[in-house]
Every structure is written in structure tokens, then in C-alpha cells.
């Protein structure tokens, strides 16, 4: 209290001088008296202090107290049946006490204030009960302070409280609400064990040496926001019952929470940890929020159990992020996170989603994740990676990968460090553990590779250098919808090929589409015969770069049927396409182009049995004159045209002529057969149709069995 004004209260005043100290000594009077218990004379105090009994209240505000003075007063208040001291209503406020102030197992009946005091010396309340609200608010405590085991019944205060030394609250227990905020520990400060039934505030309090509360419990809220710590802070094995908020926290040095419990909410939004963050083994039971917190070296959630929703958006990992072995059982955000070095992110599991979207990784790091989806949209990784999967169903839409990036599935369980497999219960339901692919769309896909990826439903349009994907393994892709579909005449048959998942929402949602196309999901927006027709070729040099040529075959169909089907092409050409697809399949049908030449021998030798073929083999005639007196005799060969056939044409004989005739046209050889005018055009239309079309049928054939 200021020494220029005086207190509320009726004060000593001893040693007051005008000029020096107005207001003296600002100790209370002693009931009957004009004097502070420090002041009084020893009569009075005698008589004082004889009048008192255990349970008494006392008043004595502003009062100085030698260690002698304060023993002789809770002497007085001694109970004799326990042997400790025994106070009603107690009063402290800006007392000062000079030397050791011993309350060690006193007991408060009513309402202890201490607010503003000053402990020179040690302050000891071990073991000591608050019944009522125990106020230490602004208390300056010089020496170490204990208050070992105490139990507070009520609302216990001790905001901008400073501890100058030491304070240890080990096994205390605080029933009613406990307020440390803005309170300053210079040195140690020890919870360890402390149980804290209602609420604990800690907001804005300087922790400048070690912290302990390992083992702690909290039932109710703990609030630590804005703290800060610059020391180490040790919360192992502590208990939060209740909801727990670090925000803004400082940890200046290591902050170690493994082994602890969080039932409620815990949120580290916006905490500095410049040393090492430990949560190894930690139970967050509700969700954890870590959005907008630095971590400036290496951040170990090994094992931690999150089984809520846990919440890393926007937070800055600068060294090693460990989630070895953690588990989350629902959604993991780390939207637009920071990861500066690190190496390893995982084996972990995740039973919701894992959104990596607008993250950065800006090392080479291996990603080891089993998750039911990953979400890696506007993802930037600035180095070489390797993500490995499980179960996931990946979006990787407008990611980044300025160096080589590997997609792989995992067939096996991860591998842990010691040897041990990674146990992904909490997906098992899950159908199968293979990866699937939901889109690449806006990325650059000239370094990555993908390998034994599910990528039936994935979408391709506005991927780029989508020439130069490696695919490894078995990739997969969807397919069209086997079978023969009676939408109306004709009948529609589709043949089995790799098909995108963009045709198969342009199909679908076109008037009359069969049954088998999959209709587009929301979001998965629209792309027409235009925009899929570079997709497939890319795609198509993609395969053929890897020497998969039967692959490459599918992709080929594909391009040819969006060109075919785009309105940007002039309707010859689509008139064109359309007689090479019917004819055959674009050169890789061959059952089609067989199809179409067996019919067209058929009808050729059809047609030559009725018209092609003469009646009979026409004669030859041989005319010559013989000269008078001999010579040279000169003869002139005729033979008659072909007839017309009449009378029964369809023969045996006829029926072999007309074979020939037609096998010889379809390996583009004359048989030598007497035909009549049209069987002459006949023959040369088979000569010109039916190798071709044996030529696409064995191209089919070459683009099926090509390695």
C-alpha cells in the first residue's frame, strides 16, 4: 500500500512524520485500542491474546508481524485437542511478515485474506485447511512458500500473486475454484499431485523456473491461457476432466505432457513451443485444437490417442513432427500447416479424414498414413516424398510436386520402428485396404508415380503433363458396363476397356444412358467429349512409355470415341470415325472386323451365285483359211462372252466357284473365274473391301498381344 495514502481501514499511524511518512504504520487497531497488534503495548497485547480461543476471528490488516509476534498469536489460537492453530474469520490484507511465517496444519473456519501481504521469510501452510475463500491475491511472497498437501474447501485466489522463491502446492487440494492468473513464479513451482476439483485459472501467470504438475487433476477448466513458461513445464501423467486452454501459452523451453489425460476439450491454439513438445501416450478423449501453435524443435505425439477431433491447422512443425503409432478416431486437420523439417510423418491411422490441404513440407519427408480419406488439396511439397497408404481414399486436386513423389499402397500393416505392426483397428471395417485415387486435377504430374492405386473413380481432366505419369503396378481403372443393354433398337453392347471416371458422368448424364455409368458425385464437376479427349491421349503416351501397349490400346479407344462424339469436329470427320469405330472398334476389335468380313464374304458369294458366276464356261473357237499352195496357216481364237446364269443358281458347283472367287479377293488375288459383267464388279469391290478389313482385324490383334 502506498505510504502516501492512508488505508481504508483506522490505522496505527506509528512513526508517522509529516514529511518523510504521512501515514505511519497502516496496521489496524486492536479492538479498544489505537494501536496495531505490532505497536501495542506488552499489557495490551497480553491481554489481547489471552482473550482469544481457537475458532476466533481476527482482523489485522496491514499489520507487521515479527516471526515471534505471529507465533504468540496462533499460540493463542491453538486448539488443545489437536494441537494446531485454529482461526475463524482471518484477516491478513497487506500485512507484512518478517520472518517465518509457520500456518502449517491451521485450520480456517471462515474466510482467510492474505490479499496484498508480504512474506520476507519463509511462508509455510502445509497441510493447512481453508474452509472458506482463501484470498493471496497480490501477495509478494520473498522466501519459499508451502502449501504441501493443503486442502482449500472453497475459492481459493492467488491472482498476481508473486513468488520469489520457491512455491510448492504438491498434493494440495483445491475444492472450489483456484485463481492463478497473472501470478508470477520466479522460481520452481511444484502441483505435482494436486487435485483441483473446480475450476483452475492460470491465465497470463509467469512461470520463470521449473514447472511441475505432473500428475495433477483437473476436474473442472484449467485455463493456462497466455501463460508462460520459461522453464521446462512438466505435465505428465496430469488429468484434465474438464476442458483445458493453453491458448497463446509460451513454452520457452520443454513442455512435457506425456502420459496425460484430456476428457474435455483441449485447445493449444496460437502456443509457442520453443524447446521440445512431449505427448507421447497422451488420451485426448474430446478434440484437441493445436491451430495457429509453433512448434520450434521436435514435437513427439507418439501413441497419443486422439478420439475426437483433432485440430493442427495452420500450425508450424520446425523440427521432427513424431506421430508414430498415434491414432485418430475421428477427423485430423492440419490444413495449411507448416512442416519445415520434417522426415517422417507417421505410421499413423486415422478413422475419419486426414486433411493435409494447403500444407507445405519443405524436406524430403515419408508420409505413412492409414486413414479412411486423405485430402491433400493445394498440398506443396518442396522436396522429394513418399506417401505410403492404406485403406484411404486420396484427393490430391491442385497439389504441388516440385520433385519426384511417389503415391504407393500398402498391401502389409506398417512397420514401427522397434519391429512392431501397426494396428489399424479402427478402419477395419473398412472393405479392403487398397487406395483410391479421387482426383489429380491442377497437378503437375511430370514427377509423380503412382503405384497399385485404385483409380476407377479419380479425375483427370485439367491434370498437367499427364504424358509423363508413371504408373507402377497394378493401377486400375473403372470399366464400362459389361453386357448388352436394351435401351431400344438397336441394342447397345459396350466391350470391356479401361474407362475414366469423367466418361463415365458424361454418359450418365446424357438422355437414354444404360444402366452401369456412374453418375457424377457433387463436386466432381463436368467434362465433356472436348476436354477427355487429350486426357485419354495423354494417358494413352503415358502407357506406351511404359511399355504397356494393351493399356495404351484401351486409352487409344477412349480418345477416339471422345473425338468422335466432341461437337468441335467437322461431320465428315465424325462420319469417318464413326464408319472406323462400327467397322472395327478403331482398329482394336478384331472380333468386329472379323464380324463385318465374314459377312461381306458372305454376301459376295451370294452375290456370285446369282449374278456373278456365267451359266456355263464359255467356249473358244478356233477360225483359219489354208493357203491354196501351202504356207503359213493363220488362226484367230474367239470365245464367247459370259452368260447370264438361268435356272437354278444356287448349286454346289456354283457354291465352290463362288467360295473361291471370294477367298482369293480377300488375300487380293485374281481366281481366274469365267464372271459375267457384274460378277466382274462384284469381284473388285471384294478385292478392295475384305482385305481391309482383315487387316484390321489382325492390327486388333497385334495392338492386344504387343509388349
Known sequence: MSTTEPPPWPHCAHGADPAADPVGCPGIHVPGHTACLAHLADADRDAYLAGLTPGASIDHRGTTFTESLLIALLNALRDSATGHPRLGNAIFESATFEGTAGFESA????????ESATFKGDAGFDSATFRGDAWFGSAIFEGRTEFLSATFESSAGFGSATFESSAGFGSATFKGNAGFGSATFESDARFESATFNGDAWFESAAFKGFAWLGSATFEGIAGFESATFENDA???SATFKGNAGFDSVTFKSNAGFELAAFKGFAWFGSVAFEGNAGFNSVAFESSAGFGWATFESNAAFDAAAFNGFAGFGRATFRGNACFEWATFKDDAWFESATFVEVDQFGPLVCAGRLVLSGAKFGGPVTLSVA??????RRTRWSSTAEIRLRYATVDFAHAVFEYPLTIAAEADPFVLADGRQLVDDPISGAPDSGVRVASLRGVDAAHLV?????????????????????????CTFDTAPPG??????????????????????????????????NAAVLGAGRAGPVQLAPVYRALRKAFEDGKHEPGAADFYYGEMEMRRHADDIPRSERGLLTAYWALSGYGLRASRALAWLGAAMLLTI???????LAQDTPKQTATGTVPAGGGKVTFEIDKDDPKNPTGNRFTSE??????????????????GQDLTTAGTY???TSRLTEPVLLGLAVLAIRNRVKR
Request: charged share 25%; glycine share 6%.
Open 107 to 114: 485450520t480456517f473456519e471462515s474466510d482467510a485474506c492474505f
Open 234 to 236: 512438466a505435465f505428465r
Open 371 to 376: 486413414a479412411r480419406r486423405l485430402v491433400c
Open 450 to 474: 503412382l503405384a497399385d492405386l485404385d483409380l476407377s473413380g479419380c479425375l483427370f481432366s485439367g491434370t498437367v503433363h499427364l504424358d509423363q505419369l508413371r504408373l507402377e503396378g497394378a
Open 484 to 517: 448388352v443393354h436394351w435401351r431400344r433398337w438397336p441394342p447397345v453392347r459396350f466391350t470391356e476397356r479401361r474407362v475414366l471416371a469423367e466418361e463415365h458422368h458424361w454418359r450418365a448424364s446424357r438422355s437414354g444412358a444404360v444402366r452401369g455409368w
Open 606 to 612: 451370294v452375290l456370285l451365285m446369282a449374278f456373278g
Open 654 to 671: 456354283r457354291f465352290e466357284k463362288a467360295l473361291n472367287v471370294t477367298l482369293n479377293s480377300v488375300v487380293f488375288r485374281s481366281s
Open 682 to 684: 462384284i469381284e473388285m
